[in-house]
């Protein structure tokens, strides 16, 4: 069956822009979250949504990044004015419940001139 | 709050030979343990998992580990790896009163050589 999918698969952009990640969850899941892997280290969390709701959002550095899952399922990580340092791989991960086994997408590679 | 320590960034190893990948956690309450598989250009895949029972774990792949709760260790063994296990290795854990957020160490790179 289909996993979790994400678009695009690199992404480019200069600083100052505004971009916008996408994510499919695995249907039926209605947990999503979006972790952010910087190079050399491991994923680091930034959102949980549990349905259509940001239940913890604790993670996100600053204001600069916000995310939305209107429908309960596909979501987008959006970041304003973006600096070199927001690059980075995110990867987003869905679950049947928040207990559940959390299944990774192949992550976005943002790439910040 | 929890943290994760892979002490070793890059562990360099013949085929056929053993090995293990090391991982450390520090936590005020009980967790779950997990290590995750990435292979180049992929995703995250779980490779083993513990939640309660038995310490020794097996996972896919013919990996398993042992949770030793008075060391706070949980590491990743294999008695014959391939050169098809060349990737990184990730621990996690994931505290039990907040059950979704994983914590991961920085990752262990494993290169296994002919």
């Known amino acids: 069956g289909a996993g979790v999918s994400q678009t695009p698969s690199n992404k480019v952009t200069e600083k100052g822009k505004y971009v916008e990640l996408r994510c499919d969850p695995i249907?039926?899941?209605?947990?999503l979250y979006w972790y952010r892997q910087s190079l050399g280290q491991g994923p680091e969390f930034l959102i949980y949504?549990?349905?259509?709701?940001?239940?913890?959002d604790s993670g996100l550095p600053n204001d600069r990044f916000f995310a939305v899952r209107p429908e309960g399922s596909v979501s987008t990580l959006k970041i304003q004015r973006t600096e070199r340092g927001d690059s980075a791989v995110y990867l987003c991960?869905?679950?049947?419940?928040?207990?559940?086994?959390?299944?990774f997408g192949p992550g976005t590679r943002l790439t910040v001139l | 709050a929890q943290s994760v320590t892979q002490l070793d960034s890059q562990v360099p190893v013949f085929e056929e030979a053993p090995v293990e990948l090391r991982c450390n956690y520090s936590?005020?309450?009980?967790?779950?343990l997990f290590w995750y598989v990435q292979y180049p250009n992929q995703g995250l895949q779980l490779l083993l998992k513990?939640?309660?029972?038995?310490?020794l774990v097996k996972g896919i792949n013919g990996f398993e580990a042992e949770f030793n709760k008075s060391q706070t260790s949980f590491h990743l063994r294999k008695p014959s790896v391939h050169i098809s296990d060349t990737a990184e290795y990730f621990c996690?854990?994931?505290?039990?009163?907040?059950?979704?957020?994983?914590?991961f160490g920085s990752g262990t790179r494993l290169l296994v050589r002919p």
């Open positions: 249907s039926g899941h209605t947990a």
């Open positions: 949504f549990q349905g259509t709701g940001a239940a913890d």
């Open positions: 936590s005020s309450v009980s967790v779950y």
């Open positions: 996690a854990v994931r505290s039990m009163d907040s059950s979704y957020k994983l914590i």
């Open positions: 513990y939640l309660s029972g038995s310490t």
């Open positions: 991960a869905s679950s049947l419940e928040a207990v559940g086994e959390q299944f």
